[in-house]
């Protein structure tokens, strides 16, 4: 399978230069890559670089609080790139003087994201370009996810996520990871017990996102051993739902990796 990334930007020249600098074609976008492999234990660090080669200033108008954006496609479709990064908790317009640069910098794991679902990369090669809104297109980056692959569910929920219960005065639910097998897994954290999770809650037939996009700093890799069990605890949703916790984990050898869902939830 072969999948290109998109930066998607708003680019637009300044109101009162008279021209649009993509007209003049050196207004020039790339991406470039720390690495030619990467896994969701070892991600890539992306980097997109707007030049404006021209005698006018360019202005850069962010679409949310990141001024620059990847996108995946799969098949005839394009996903966002879901990676780690921290970006303004606001949109400020960048203004991008003659002979200057602005560049964007995050870390990937292969996670992307239709809007509603987040999902994985499969094994393979994949191609990386980046675009401007004008439809400049920068360089190719060929990429190669070596991650895992997706494994089978969990028989008789012998690893799982329980609901243990809710505290109305925290606003704090407390769930417990188990592993009753006699492998070892591993998943992320801040620490043994403060879990990479994500939560969900049910939209009519589907699970959309409450939360997704934690900072990857700081993150490491725990075991879940044998006959272990975890208790964590995750913030109660804003408003009244059906709710789940999501999880990421993976054999000790790194060859599977399985999303693992908590009990569903009555908020």
Not at 109 to 121: F, I, K, M, P, R
Request: charged content about 20%; glycine content about 6%.
């Amino acid at each position: 399978m072969r999948i290109t990334s998109i930066i998607l930007l708003l680019l637009f020249a300044g109101c009162d230069s008279g021209t649009d600098p993509n007209d003049s074609g050196d207004i020039i976008v790339t991406i470039s890559s720390d690495k030619s492999s990467f896994s969701s234990l070892d991600p890539v660090e992306l980097n997109v670089t707007v030049e404006n080669n021209t005698d006018a200033d360019f202005t850069l108008y962010p679409v949310t609080s990141c001024a620059l954006f990847a996108e995946v496609i799969i098949g005839e479709l394009r996903y966002q790139i879901i990676g780690s990064r921290i970006c303004l908790q606001f949109a400020v317009p960048i203004v991008i003087e003659p002979g200057d640069s602005y560049s964007e910098s995050w870390q990937w794991d292969g996670a992307y994201s239709d809007g509603e679902n987040l999902e994985h990369l499969q094994l393979g090669i994949y191609e990386i370009i980046g675009v401007s809104s004008s439809e400049l297109e920068s360089n190719q980056l060929s990429l190669e996810y070596a991650g895992y692959e997706i494994g089978e569910e969990f028989p008789d929920n012998s690893v799982f996520m329980a609901f243990q219960n809710s505290d109305d005065s925290t606003g704090i639910a407390t769930f417990t990871l188990g592993n009753t097998t006699t492998d070892t897994y591993q998943y992320s954290g801040y620490s043994d017990n403060y879990l990479f999770y994500h939560t969900q809650y049910l939209n009519d037939d589907s699970w959309d996102y409450i939360f997704f996009n934690w900072c990857g700093t700081g993150v490491e890799s725990f075991d879940l051993i044998p006959e272990t069990f975890i208790d964590f605890q995750v913030p109660n949703p804003n408003s009244s739902c059906i709710w789940r916790v999501r999880l990421q984990i993976w054999n000790v050898t790194q060859e599977t990796m399985q999303w693992l869902y908590s009990d569903e939830v009555e908020f």
